[in-house]
């Protein structure tokens, strides 16, 4: 079966995007180098509108901000989010929740493919409904990597790790046709076969951008990556200044 192969796909790529036009909050929208095709939200702008005290914030806190300010539509994010979370502190807590839109999501195989079983089944709900089950999409790039399920049936031969994929493909081979229809069926959905290594590996490695590039109306957005995961670990994806929250641990 061909799925996606991760190795191959380039980490500085850019992304397409649908999205409305680019907002301006704050005035902090900026062009990179005075090239007006090139955009980002600047921090430093936010600070010098006496927002808040930005330089002085975590880092996590700061991409946060990023995020706010490049999702603001006045609904799902609004000025005044911007505003509470640029004044953080931390002896003063404030009780509301925060609108932080991550901007991927990676799975592992045995959490993950529950969510693609939900959005199959979603699929199927528009389609009793007449309309068009391409309306269920992921909003955010999708990458499920498979390494949970896989097995050690031959260790200390040449061919041992040959033989387990091969086995892997046979015992779970309804999932594979699965994943496969999930990865053809929306275009935010990728699948990282077995082989390739464990799923935070291959997120440090070949899925995190450290900085995302979407084309966008006005031109190229560029702005830092962020995710949430299925998988206690994710949070190892820190290390490369990448704010990730994965689910599950203690």
Request: proline residues 5%.
């Amino acid at each position: 079966m061909h799925f996606t192969k991760t190795r191959h796909r380039v980490k500085k790529s850019i992304r397409k995007d649908d999205m409305a036009a680019l907002v301006n909050p704050f005035n902090t929208l900026r062009s990179l180098q005075n090239d007006k095709k090139r955009f980002y939200y600047s921090l430093p702008a936010l600070e010098e509108g006496q927002v808040g005290a930005i330089s002085r914030l975590p880092v996590s806190i700061r991409v946060m901000l990023e995020s706010l300010l490049r999702n603001c539509d006045g609904e799902r994010v609004r000025e005044e989010d911007i505003a509470r979370l640029a004044k953080w502190n931390p002896h003063e807590p404030f009780a509301e929740d925060v609108p932080f839109c991550v901007s991927r999501v990676i799975l592992q195989d045995f959490t993950g493919v529950p969510l693609l079983v939900d959005l199959a089944a979603m699929r199927n709900a528009v389609a009793e409904l007449k309309a068009d089950p391409k309306l269920i999409e992921p909003l955010v790039p999708v990458d499920l990597v498979i390494d949970h399920s896989v097995q050690v049936d031959r260790a200390g031969t040449v061919d041992s790790f040959l033989f387990n994929l091969q086995v892997e493909f046979d015992r779970n081979r309804e999932r594979y046709e699965f994943l496969k229809w999930g990865q053809q069926a929306f275009q935010t959905f990728k699948v990282v076969p077995p082989g390739i290594g464990i799923v935070h590996q291959v997120n440090l490695e070949n899925i995190a951008t450290v900085v995302t590039a979407v084309k966008r109306e006005e031109g190229i957005l560029f702005f830092p990556d962020t995710l949430v995961g299925t998988d206690s670990h994710t949070t190892m994806i820190n290390g490369l200044w990448v704010v990730g929250w994965g689910v599950g641990g203690h």
